[in-house]
């Protein structure tokens, strides 16, 4: 018998990393049982019109492999080129806010299920550019804006192109949605592959917010998702210190939702970037199930998404907006970001009025139905140095923003 506290012969470094990862692709196994997925023919185009229906244009730009199923499009394999498409899409009459209503099984009905209308595979840059510019053009002065969200971990296309359509429908805002879409195989047991793939993917990111900015977009936003803010926060890093900035004045919010980023990691970029003027809102929740099987799996190191010490994140200049508070649609508590959608207006209101109030009588933090918002000194201080209303960096959507 093995002496208790001894470890048994063999058991090396490798061996008990193969066994946290055993751990858990099963416990996230157990949790997505909890849930649906949509089927495979989720994106096959859908003719038939019901009244009441909300339609949105969706513009894709992809790490992705191509797939020549029509309720496909895009596979979990990666791709050497930067791929685009353009979706329209539609979101059922009887849309509950923070749910994506899934097209299950065969064709999708479009009275009771988000379906899509018409995806178009767009084969350069140039066409990309055009068809953004287009939907530009088809908003008045003041917004004529973009909103590129980047997906997170185990997320099939469908189920990131429907968690976007999902916030713009959600938030009523007029931005331009563009969805950034990586490879990712959408099962539980490829973290690292998923991992790799996000990483890849680093460079053309920044090609796409690149592109966005070169549209004539008043603003551009961006919003990331667990895994997604690692290739999102290192694509800006890697625009900061290319010598080739974006323009000051065309960036709007940078939001990281439930971020699956090791903490340290985290402190280590913001050194790079210094304090930023416009402060990046960081969305946590201390009770985020996924990220706590990420902090397992790398060691016990606490992910971004889950730090429970808002203050330090303030300090680092960011705006904290604390769900711990807010109770989750899905089993996993890791994409009540989304739920965001819906209180945006309300939100963004309470957060213009405490960064601009005047003689210091406004509070650093507020709460709103259970959402706690922390760091609203940075919007009143950026707000004095341009001496405007500070506006920016709303904690919710600004505009249509899973894993």
């Avoid at 966005?212 to 890697?238: C, K, P, Y």
């Avoid at 960011?318 to 089993?331: F, G, R």
């Avoid at 009143?380 to 001496?387: F, I, K, M, V, W």
Wanted: some cysteine; glycine content about 8%.
């Amino acid at each position: 018998m093995l002496e208790r506290g001894r470890r048994m012969p063999g058991l090396g470094k490798a061996r008990r990393a193969a066994v946290r990862v055993a751990v858990l692709a099963t416990c996230l196994a157990l949790l997505a049982g909890c849930g649906s997925r949509p089927g495979p023919d989720a994106l096959t185009p859908v003719g038939a019109t019901v009244p009441g229906t909300h339609e949105h244009v969706i513009l894709v730009a992809s790490t992705r492999e191509r797939d020549p199923r029509p309720g496909v499009l895009f596979n979990g394999e990666r791709s050497t080129a930067l791929s685009f498409a353009k979706v329209d899409l539609s979101v059922p009459p009887a849309h509950k806010p923070g749910e994506i209503e899934w097209p299950k099984q065969g064709l999708g009905d479009p009275s009771t299920d988000m379906v899509v209308r018409e995806a178009l595979f767009r084969d350069t840059q140039q066409e990309f550019l055009r068809d953004l510019k287009s939907e530009l053009a088809r908003r008045p002065v003041g917004q004529k804006k973009v909103f590129i969200f980047v997906h997170g971990y185990n997320t099939m296309f469908s189920e990131a192109l429907y968690r976007l359509a999902q916030m713009a429908q959600d938030s009523d805002a007029p931005a331009v949605p563009v969805l950034f879409t990586w490879a990712s195989r959408a099962t539980t047991e490829a973290y690292v592959y998923d991992n790799n793939s996000a990483t890849a993917a680093r460079d053309k990111l920044e090609e796409t917010i690149r592109l966005t900015f070169d549209s004539g977009a008043e603003e551009v936003s961006i919003m990331a998702h667990s895994m997604g803010n690692w290739v999102t926060v290192e694509a800006l890093r890697q625009i900061r210190i290319s010598g080739k900035g974006l323009p000051a004045n065309k960036v709007g919010n940078i939001i990281l939702a439930a971020p699956d980023i090791d903490v340290d990691v985290f402190k280590s970029q913001l050194k790079r970037f210094g304090k930023p003027a416009k402060p990046f809102v960081v969305i946590v929740s201390r009770d985020d199930k996924a990220l706590g099987f990420s902090d397992f799996i790398a060691g016990n190191k606490v992910r971004l998404g889950a730090f429970t010490n808002d203050a330090e994140l303030v300090d680092l200049g960011a705006i904290v907006v604390d769900m711990s508070d807010v109770k989750a649609l899905d089993s996993f508590n890791h994409g009540k970001f989304a739920q965001l959608a819906e209180i945006a207006p309300q939100l963004r209101g309470s957060v213009m009025r405490g960064a601009t109030a005047n003689g210091g009588t406004a509070p650093d933090t507020l709460s709103i139905d259970g959402v706690k918002i922390s760091g609203l000194d940075h919007l009143r201080l950026q707000s004095q140095a341009l001496n405007q209303p500070a506006t920016a960096a709303a904690p919710a959507p600004a505009a249509p923003p899973a894993q």
